[in-house]
Every structure is written in structure tokens, then in C-alpha cells.
């Protein structure tokens, strides 16, 4: 289509070109995604860049979009000559202030873009890190278009998701007229604005807007300003409000310092609004799934309340004078700082509501949740994993919704009940609803196309009583359901597309518990693989207890096109089943394995064949792996795990892995007791944009220190267990002042250089939502310590866990290492 288009204008005549341009530059991300893009003239390409009505969703966009068209149009060693270098000046087009920091960091490892990438990088930092905002400071002075983020008059998508550098000067900067940017009295009034939103006073009230005249871009109906740390959500709904008329989608995810007590300001302020994502780390401290040994008083944020009562009053979390209908989709997912009060207004103003997320909002109750679910008898997609979900949220959902008393429960099909509607429910680890109260649950969800009953007190007796035909998604791990009962459901199914079944220990079937109805299956081949086998084309699967080779076998017709594969404990592929894996499921992406029988040539095999894979995870299986494994290039793999495998994996070997598969991006390693300190080095140059690194039990490394794995500036989750006595007390607020994007931070007092870590306070913190430390006990190893010296081993004690939210710091000490 893009060469039609562009043959056309080359054909039809000179003046045509600049249409050309202009449709081109104003449609860019659809012409990036046809495949004829890399066919597109380089002059063309260029004038579309410059074009002033160039449309991007983000600068991320364009970046992304230039390296394609380099890799694909540009020979090695043409980089070396003046045609090289006048293609790769292109790039002084994209504002590398404004990528996102993790884009930013990888592509430091970019032979066509590291330099422009390490400008990036320290022009982000600069602007992520400065206790104040200063446009002169960081431009010197000079030109301010570099900072504007990109919209115009066609732009319906703002991303700005991972750019801590974005803050309301900037986003500011962009919305107002291009004439104003060489205003000094501006620059400086913009200067200023930061000093008036710092995280102790969060009062935007004072903020004079008058002074800021925005413009309108009537095209924006989606904005995400998701892992934007520096930005006060706040204050930038109010530019929101006003810029984005047409706004209907909002994504704020990890944005801490949004208060939930706000959440119907927003909602009047953006009148269109109807989706929005508040999404926060969920709380590791879920009550169900933890032993807690002590946990301390919350201390509370202290926020000004200096300003003007009359002009901001006190409101509750909602104060809701009318309705708002345009409400349909709300996610809260993690958050605890919603309560039941929250739940009760949030069913009052929003009636039109049909998707809720509170997934691990834990300081909600059952009965909170059934208000909701009374009251908002739209909602057909329900996410409340690990909450209280219960007795009382099951009778809101089983009642007849025609009758005025609200009362009724129907044991046969109840057409009229909100159950029966459903599409969605999860509500996994929701261990407080009894095998009576889901089997009634169960028995009227007829339409539901996506069921997570994880964890729950799920037998064989609730899951016969399933009667839907549109299931597409079905999670009953750990629980007690067996072959014959999943194969029921799988028998209605037949659009099933997903089914997560680890930890079922019934699944193990005996041989002679097969059932007679199918004497062609082999003796270790369950009904339920035959069931899938027969009648589904599935995505994902993941299986433990008693899946093996022959299982394998018998599911081939409906894996050919499987993208996800799980196999944990209880399940024996075998090396031969392993070794079929590529060719019965070509398009993989994300492979997981845990206790399964490993080898070189296992992984060599699976890295070799498999050219769309993303994930490997290898989890504590049988038989090691060498650097053998990692000897082919993996470009497409974007997480690693090995956990358990790799004892013998050196510093070389390390090197080797990060020169083959450069575009990783998670990296967890266990149990490589063979690296020391100088595998840092090879880490962060080798993987710069890594968001999550874990390290544990491995040798040496943080023996003289965090030295190098400091240079990971765009990491987000960060974990460093028992891997040598190193680091230094101060470590967890250094680690968040040079790493603005980090969130979660995981340590053991057995590695602290003094003993002990300090504790980051509001201030300190940053970013940060979750601090975990651990502490061992030491206890000998043998019977024969005594003869041999002191030899000790480290053996888990508890774990202190530090958390924040809005509202408040709170620390748990649990018996688990989390």
C-alpha cells in the first residue's frame, strides 16, 4: 500500500510530493507498520520526519521506527563512509530528552544509535534527578524544541509511559503555543512551578494557571503517563482537562503519589472519561499466602493543609453531587489505600461500571466488594484476586437482579443474576470462599469466557457443575480438581485458548483410573489430554502433576500453535519430550520449565529452533547447563531465568550469554557460585537496559561492593541475596537516587558491610513501593563441624517488608523469604 502510494506521487507530478509528505507524516504509525516500510526513499523518510505535522504516539515510536528502516536499508560497512553517516544524522531528528529511559539505556549496545543513546541517557537522568526543574540549566540556555513533546492537531495516543524526566513543566512546555517557548518570563515562571509541587505539599490549588495559556488538541483520546515518577498526576489532570477535551482513556500506573481520595476530582474534571489504570505494585504481604511474626504501626505522610479550606475543602474519597455514566472500566489493581467506604461511593457515582480490577487491594472486605457488585449490575468483568472476596460478594452476584428484595438464590440456571452474565471473573487465592458457596457461584456463570479460580477451595463436585460453552481462559492451579472434571469443562469448550493447571496433584492419574470409554488412549494418557487434543487450538498451557511425554504425544493437534508452555512440578517430559517441544509448537514465545530433565543439547535445541522466543525460564532442573547452551544468537529473547542450573557458569561464561542474547531485559540467576565482582561489569555493559536483575547465591559478586550493577539506571526490580558481604549500608537510597524507574528493591542482612541497611524514609525513597530484607540464622552444616572449624551456613530467618502507598509506610516481619 505504502509503495502505491509513494510510486503514485513519483509519477503523478512534482507538486504532489508535498501531499504526500503531509499525509504520510500525519499517518507515520500506520505507514511504520506496513511491511513495504523499509522500501520507503530515504529523502522521503527524512522529509516526513521534519514535517511539523508529524503523529507519534511517543518519541519511542519514531526511534524505533528509524533504527528498522536503517537495519534494513544500511550495510555494516557503509557506516564507515559519508553515505552512512548522512542516513544516521537522521537521527538528530528524534528528541532523545523525551525516550524512555529504559529504550534509552539498551540502546546503548546499538552500533548505529550508541551515541545518540548515552545523550539520551544523561539528558534523562539530568531531568529525572534534579532537585529542581531548570530548562536553562539543562539546555544552557538554548533552544526549547527539544523538549516538546510532540503533538498536533491529529495526534489521538500520548505516550509518555517510563519517562521519569516527564513533569508538569515540560508536559507544560508542550501544550503551549511554539512562540512561547523563547519566552524568558515563561521559562522562568515554569522554573518556579516545580518548587510549588513538592511531595510534602501536594496543594495545586496555588498553581496559577491563568499564567499558562494551553492549547487544545480535540484528537487526544488516550493519554499514559504510566511509570512517570516526577510527574504530579494531580496537577497534570488539570492540564488534562483542559488540553484533552476528547479524553476517554487514561493510564497512570505506579503513580504513587496520586491519592485515591482524588479519584472523583479526576473523573468531573474529564467528563469523557471512561477507562482509567491506577494499577500499583501489588503488596507482597497477602494474608492468605504469608505468616506474618510481627508488623508495626502505619506511619502516616504528612501532606500541608496550609492552603485556603474554603477554596479546597476537605471531601471524602468521593463526594459525588451527580452521577458520572461514562464510567465503564476502573482499575485499582493493588492498591491499599482503597477501602470499603471507597468501594460504597464508587458504586453510587459510577452505576454504568462493567470492568473492576482490585486485584490485591487488601485492605478491602468481603462486604465492601458485594456493594459494588449489588449496586453496579452492568459489571461483567470482576479481577479480585488475593482480596476477601467472599460468602456476601457471591450472594450479590447469584441473586436475581429482576427482584426488588435482592435476596434470591437459585440452585438451577438464573438467567436474571449478575453471575449469569458475567464474562470475567477472577477471583484467585480468594481462600475465604467455602466449597458450597463457589459451587453455587460456579453453577450460574453460563457466558463466562475467562475464569481464574487459583488457590481456592475448587473440587471436582463445583467444576461439574460448570455449564458454559464460550470458556477461552481457565486457571485452576493448586487446586483439587482432577482429570475427568477439567476434561468436562475442556469437553464444552471448544474455544478454549488458555489453561493453567499447575499443582493439581489430582491430575496424577493411575493407570488403572482411565477411563474405559476410550480404549484407543495409551495407558498414560489422561482423558483430558485427548479432550484438548480433539477439540482446542490453544495459546498457553501450563501443567505439572502427572503431564509426561506420552501427554505430550496426544496434545500435538492442539499445541501447533501454542505461544506459551509451562511445565512445574510433577510434570516428566523427559529429554526426548523436551526435544519435541520446537517442532510440535514452532511459535513459542515463552517457555518455563521447572524440574524437568536438562542438557546442553536441550537448550541448544531450543534456542536454535525457536526464533520467536521471548522467555526461558529454567527452574532448579535436573542436569546442568554450560556456556554450550548460549552459543547461538537469540535476538527475540527478552527474559532469562536460571535458577539452580548454571553452577558452573563463569565470568566468561556470563560474557558469552550477554553476546549472543543482547536484548534482554530481565536476567535472574540463582546458584552461580562460580562469578565474582568483575561480573558486574559484564552485566551493565552488556545488558545496560535491563528493568529487572536478579542475583542470588552467586559467589562473589557483590564481595567488594555495588559498583557497576549502579550503571543499570533504568531498573525497576532489583534483588540481591547472598552474594557476598559487600554491601554498604547506605546502599537502598543511593540505589533510588541513580535509579529513578526503581520500585522494588530485595536484600539480606548476611551481605550488608556494617551489618545492617538503612531504611530510605518518604523523602528518600523516591520511587521505591517495596523494600524487602532478609536475615538468615547460621547453623552448622554436619555432625563433623566441630573437627573441621566453624563451618556455618546461612539458613532463612524472616523477612522485614517495607511498603508505601499514598497514605502511609508499613512494615511486616514474615516467616517467609519473599
Same mark, same amino acid.
Given at each position: 500500500?505504502?509503495e502505491r502510494?509513494i510510486?503514485?506521487g513519483?509519477?503523478?507530478?512534482t507538486d504532489?510530493i508535498?501531499?504526500?509528505?503531509d499525509?504520510l ?6 505507514m511504520t507498520s506496513c511491511?513495504?516500510?523499509h522500501?520507503?526513499?530515504?529523502e522521503?523518510?527524512l522529509s516526513?520526519v521534519k514535517h511539523p505535522?508529524?503523529?507519534v504516539?511517543?518519541?519511542k515510536?519514531?526511534c ?12 555494516p560497512y557503509? =557506516? ?5 553517516d548522512?542516513?544516521?544524522?537522521i ?7 523525551l525516550l524512555p529511559l529504559?529504550l534509552?539505556?539498551g540502546?546503548?549496545?546499538c552500533?548505529l544509535?550508541?551515541?545518540f ?6 539528558a534523562?537522568l539530568?531531568?529525572?534527578?534534579s532537585s529542581s526543574?531548570?530548562l536553562a540549566?539543562i ?6 524544541s527539544?523538549l516538546?513533546?510532540?503533538l498536533?492537531?491529529?495526534?489521538k ?5 517510563g519517562c521519569p524526566q516527564?513533569? +508538569?513543566?515540560?508536559?507544560?512546555l508542550s501544550?503551549l ?9 515563561l521559562t ?7 518548587l510549588?509541587l513538592?511531595p510534602?505539599?501536594?496543594d495545586v490549588?496555588?498553581i ?6 494551553v ?13 512517570c515518577?516526577?510527574l504530579?498526576?494531580?496537577?497534570a489532570i ?5 488540553s ?5 482513556t487514561?493510564?497512570?500506573a505506579?503513580?504513587?503519589n496520586f ?6 476530582? =479526576?473523573?468531573q474534571?474529564?467528563p ?11 503488596n ?10 510481627s ?7 504528612q501532606i ?9 475543602p476537605?471531601v471524602?474519597?468521593?463526594?459525588f453531587?451527580?452521577?458520572?455514566w ?7 489493581e493493588?492498591?491499599?489505600?482503597i477501602?470499603?467506604?471507597?468501594l ?5 457515582c459510577?452505576p ?7 486485584n490485591a487491594c487488601?485492605?478491602?472486605t468481603?462486604s ?11 459489571l461483567?468483568s470482576?479481577?479480585a484476586c ?6 456476601n460478594?457471591v450472594?450479590?452476584?447469584c441473586?436475581d ?5 435482592g435476596v ?6 438464573n438467567t436474571n443474576s ?6 470475567i471473573l ?8 467455602s466449597?458450597i458457596?463457589?459451587?453455587e457461584?460456579?453453577?450460574?456463570t453460563?457466558r463466562?469466557?475467562?475464569?481464574c ?8 463436585n463445583s467444576?461439574?457443575?460448570?455449564s458454559?460453552?464460550s470458556l477461552?481462559?481457565?486457571d485452576?492451579?493448586?487446586t ?7 476434561g ?16 493439581c ?7 488403572n483410573?482411565?477411563?474405559e470409554n476410550?480404549p484407543t488412549?495409551?495407558? /498414560?494418557?489422561p482423558?483430558?489430554?485427548y479432550e484438548?487434543?480433539?477439540?482446542c /487450538?490453544l ?6 502433576w502427572?503431564?509426561s ?13 501454542l505461544k506459551?508452555?509451562?511445565v512445574?512440578?510433577?510434570g516428566?517430559?523427559g529429554?526426548d519430550g ?5 517442532t510440535?509448537c514452532?511459535?513459542?514465545?515463552t517457555?518455563?520449565l521447572y524440574f524437568?530433565?536438562?542438557s546442553?543439547?536441550?537448550?541448544? /535445541?531450543i ?5 520467536n522466543l521471548?522467555?526461558l525460564?529454567?527452574?532448579y532442573?535436573f542436569?546442568?547447563?554450560?556456556? +554450550?547452551?548460549?552459543?547461538?544468537s537469540?535476538p527475540? =529473547?527478552r527474559k ?7 553452577a ?10 550477554a553476546?549472543n542474547c543482547?536484548?534482554?531485559t530481565e536476567?535472574?540467576?540463582?546458584g552461580c557460585?562460580c562469578?565474582n565482582s568483575?561480573?558486574q561489569d559484564?552485566i551493565? /555493559?552488556?545488558w545496560?537496559?535491563?528493568?529487572s536483575?536478579?542475583l ?5 559478586v557483590?564481595?567488594?561492593?555495588v559498583t557497576s ?7 525497576e526490580?532489583?534483588l540481591l541475596?547472598?552474594?557476598g558481604l ?7 537510597i543511593?540505589?533510588a537516587?541513580?535509579?529513578?524507574l526503581?520500585?522494588k528493591v530485595?536484600?539480606?542482612v ?9 531504611l530510605p ?5 523516591r520511587?521505591l513501593s517495596?523494600?524487602k530484607i532478609?536475615?538468615?540464622n ?11 572449624g566453624?563451618?556455618?551456613t546461612?539458613v532463612?530467618?524472616e523477612?522485614?517488608i517495607l ?16
Amino acid at each position: 500500500m505504502v509503495e502505491r502510494m509513494i510510486n503514485m506521487g513519483y509519477h503523478a507530478a512534482t507538486d504532489f510530493i508535498p501531499q504526500l509528505t503531509d499525509c504520510l507524516a500525519r499517518n507515520f504509525i500506520w505507514m511504520t507498520s506496513c511491511d513495504s516500510f523499509h522500501n520507503v526513499p530515504f529523502e522521503l523518510l527524512l522529509s516526513c520526519v521534519k514535517h511539523p505535522c508529524l503523529t507519534v504516539d511517543s518519541e519511542k515510536h519514531l526511534c524505533d521506527a528509524i533504527l528498522l528502516w536503517l537495519a534494513a536499508n544500511t550495510i555494516p560497512y557503509d =557506516l564507515l563512509n559519508s553515505t552512512g553517516d548522512a542516513r544516521v544524522a537522521i537521527f538528530t531528528e528524534i528528541r532523545t530528552s523525551l525516550l524512555p529511559l529504559p529504550l534509552a539505556a539498551g540502546k546503548r549496545r546499538c552500533p548505529l544509535f550508541s551515541k545518540f543513546a548515552e545523550r539520551s541517557v544523561n539528558a534523562i537522568l539530568s531531568l529525572a534527578t534534579s532537585s529542581s526543574f531548570s530548562l536553562a540549566n539543562i539546555l544552557g540556555g538554548g533552544d526549547f524544541s527539544q523538549l516538546r513533546i510532540r503533538l498536533t492537531e491529529y495526534t489521538k495516543i500520548l505516550d509518555l509511559s517510563g519517562c521519569p524526566q516527564i513533569s +508538569l513543566p515540560l508536559l507544560l512546555l508542550s501544550m503551549l503555543p511554539f512562540s512561547y517557548s523563547v519566552d524568558t518570563m515563561l521559562t522562568k515562571k515554569l522554573n518556579q512551578l516545580s518548587l510549588k509541587l513538592e511531595p510534602s505539599d501536594m496543594d495545586v490549588s496555588r498553581i496559577p494557571w491563568e499564567n499558562f495559556p494551553v492549547l487544545t488538541f480535540e484528537a487526544v483520546e488516550v493519554v499514559d503517563v504510566s511509570n512517570c515518577p516526577m510527574l504530579h498526576l494531580e496537577a497534570a489532570i488539570e492540564c488534562f482537562s483542559t488540553s484533552f477535551p476528547s479524553l476517554t482513556t487514561l493510564k497512570a500506573a505506579y503513580t504513587l503519589n496520586f491519592r485515591t481520595m482524588k479519584l472523583y476530582q =479526576l473523573l468531573q474534571k474529564c467528563p469523557l472519561l471512561s477507562d482509567i489504570d491506577l494499577t500499583v505494585e501489588s503488596n507482597p504481604v497477602i494474608p492468605a499466602k504469608v505468616s506474618v511474626i510481627s508488623s508495626f504501626p502505619a506511619v502516616k505522610l504528612q501532606i500541608s493543609t496550609s492552603f485556603n479550606e474554603e477554596t479546597c475543602p476537605a471531601v471524602p474519597t468521593f463526594h459525588f453531587p451527580r452521577r458520572l455514566w461514562n464510567i465503564t472500566k476502573l482499575i485499582l489493581e493493588g492498591r491499599t489505600d482503597i477501602y470499603d467506604s471507597d468501594l460504597h461511593n464508587i458504586a453510587e457515582c459510577c452505576p454504568s461500571l462493567y470492568c473492576i480490577n482490585l486485584n490485591a487491594c487488601t485492605s478491602i472486605t468481603d462486604s465492601g466488594i458485594s456493594v459494588i457488585l449489588l449496586k453496579c449490575v452492568g459489571l461483567h468483568s470482576i479481577f479480585a484476586c488475593d482480596t476477601l472476596f467472599g460468602h456476601n460478594c457471591v450472594l450479590s452476584l447469584c441473586r436475581d437482579i429482576s427482584r426488588f428484595d435482592g435476596v434470591a438464590i437459585k440452585m438451577e440456571k438464573n438467567t436474571n443474576s449478575s453471575a449469569y452474565k458475567l464474562q470475567i471473573l477472577h477471583i484467585g487465592g480468594c481462600k475465604g470462599i467455602s466449597e458450597i458457596t463457589l459451587l453455587e457461584l460456579i453453577a450460574q456463570t453460563h457466558r463466562v469466557r475467562s475464569l481464574c479460580l487459583r488457590e481456592t477451595q475448587l473440587d471436582d463436585n463445583s467444576l461439574y457443575k460448570f455449564s458454559g460453552s464460550s470458556l477461552e481462559m481457565l486457571d485452576v492451579s493448586d487446586t483439587k480438581v482432577s482429570c475427568h472434571a477439567v476434561g468436562h469443562v475442556v469437553r464444552r469448550s471448544p474455544h478454549l485458548k488458555c489453561l493453567i493447571a499447575r499443582g493439581c496433584r489430582h491430575l496424577l492419574q493411575e493407570e488403572n483410573n482411565i477411563l474405559e470409554n476410550f480404549p484407543t488412549l495409551s495407558y /498414560n494418557c489422561p482423558v483430558l489430554y485427548y479432550e484438548l487434543g480433539k477439540s482446542c /487450538n490453544l495459546e498457553e498451557i501450563s501443567l505439572g502433576w502427572g503431564f509426561s511425554f506420552f501427554s505430550l504425544e496426544t496434545l500435538r493437534p492442539a499445541i501447533k500453535m501454542l505461544k506459551t508452555f509451562i511445565v512445574g512440578l510433577g510434570g516428566s517430559l523427559g529429554e526426548d519430550g523436551l526435544k519435541l517441544v520446537p517442532t510440535f509448537c514452532p511459535w513459542l514465545e515463552t517457555l518455563i520449565l521447572y524440574f524437568q530433565v536438562i542438557s546442553d543439547s536441550v537448550v541448544r /535445541n531450543i534456542l536454535e529452533t525457536l526464533k520467536n522466543l521471548q522467555v526461558l525460564a529454567l527452574c532448579y532442573c535436573f542436569g546442568e547447563i554450560s556456556s +554450550l547452551s548460549f552459543q547461538f544468537s537469540a535476538p527475540c =529473547l527478552r527474559k532469562l531465568k536460571l535458577e539452580r542450573v548454571t553452577a558452573q557458569m563463569t565470568n566468561d561464561d556470563l560474557l558469552t550469554l550477554a553476546q549472543n542474547c543482547m536484548n534482554i531485559t530481565e536476567l535472574s540467576l540463582l546458584g552461580c557460585r562460580c562469578l565474582n565482582s568483575e561480573s558486574q561489569d559484564t552485566i551493565s /555493559n552488556g545488558w545496560p537496559g535491563l528493568i529487572s536483575l536478579h542475583l542470588e547465591d552467586c559467589g562473589e559478586v557483590t564481595a567488594k561492593g555495588v559498583t557497576s550493577l549502579m550503571n543499570c539506571q533504568a531498573l525497576e526490580d532489583l534483588l540481591l541475596r547472598h552474594n557476598g558481604l559487600g554491601i554498604d549500608r547506605n546502599f537502598i537510597i543511593c540505589a533510588a537516587s541513580r535509579m529513578p524507574l526503581l520500585r522494588k528493591v530485595a536484600l539480606d542482612v548476611c551481605d550488608a558491610k556494617d551489618g545492617d541497611f538503612d531504611l530510605p524514609d518518604f523523602t528518600d525513597r523516591r520511587f521505591l513501593s517495596i523494600v524487602k530484607i532478609a536475615r538468615c540464622n547460621l547453623k552448622r552444616r554436619t555432625l563433623y563441624s566441630i573437627e573441621s572449624g566453624p563451618c556455618t551456613t546461612p539458613v532463612h530467618a524472616e523477612t522485614l517488608i517495607l511498603t508505601w502507598d499514598s497514605e502511609k509506610l508499613s512494615r511486616t516481619v514474615v516467616k517467609e523469604r519473599l
